[in-house]
């Protein structure tokens, strides 16, 4: 996947048109680029990127503030804290935090949101427009109940409300300058294999050993019965 007839209606405007026609990528992403944004329906959640989104314990949201000025948020929580309640809507509690407000802000004067996931051990970002709607706890306590369970556990933590967000568009683009990185659950994974390969290659040693030195023992037996 590399974007969508309606990723391509939203992010590529006519001055970003323009821009890939300078540098003549517009030959790879004109297909995509359409006047406006109705293009078809929302774009639907594979089951790559739904499974990319369940496993996060962070990513980040962005919103725009009612004077234009865009704003990114870091969320983070324990893998699962995103859900994906179908194939084209995502869904989080809202955990607390500095009670800024910016993001929650934004939202009940504009709903339009850019997600941005990235996994690091296998290098895939995923970018993802949608239509967030805040829902309160006190219009929906069953909706931000079932946010705040994890596969870990449950969140303790009170929250007030949820983020719903309706997917319009997504695109899951190249790899290209993401640094492999490996969070402490999978770096212990990986020890864990190594260290029982090395412990099967020194079980072997020590067999080895141990047959050498029967063998020794049984050949100096051998010696001091010839020298009697």
Partial sequence: MNGTPRYG???FTAPVAERQKATGSIHRYGRRR?????????DELDTRVTALIRAADSFFIATVTPSGWPYIQ????????????NSSTI??????????FVTIGNLDANDAVALFFIDYPTRTRVKVYGRAEVVERADDPDLVAGLLTTPGGVFKA??????V???????RNCTKNIPPKYGEARMGESLTLARKGLQDEIDVLQTRNTELEREISQLRGCGNGQRG
């Fill in 74 to 85: 870091h969320r983070g929580g324990p893998p699962g804290f995103v859900h994906v309640l």
């Fill in 9 to 11: 209606a939203i992010a």
């Fill in 34 to 42: 359409a006047q406006g944004e109705n293009v078809g329906g929302p």
């Fill in 158 to 163: 009170g929250c007030d409300r949820a983020l």
């Fill in 165 to 171: 967000v309706h997917v319009e568009a997504l695109d």
């Fill in 91 to 100: 869904a989080l509690a809202d955990y607390p935090g500095n009670q800024q």
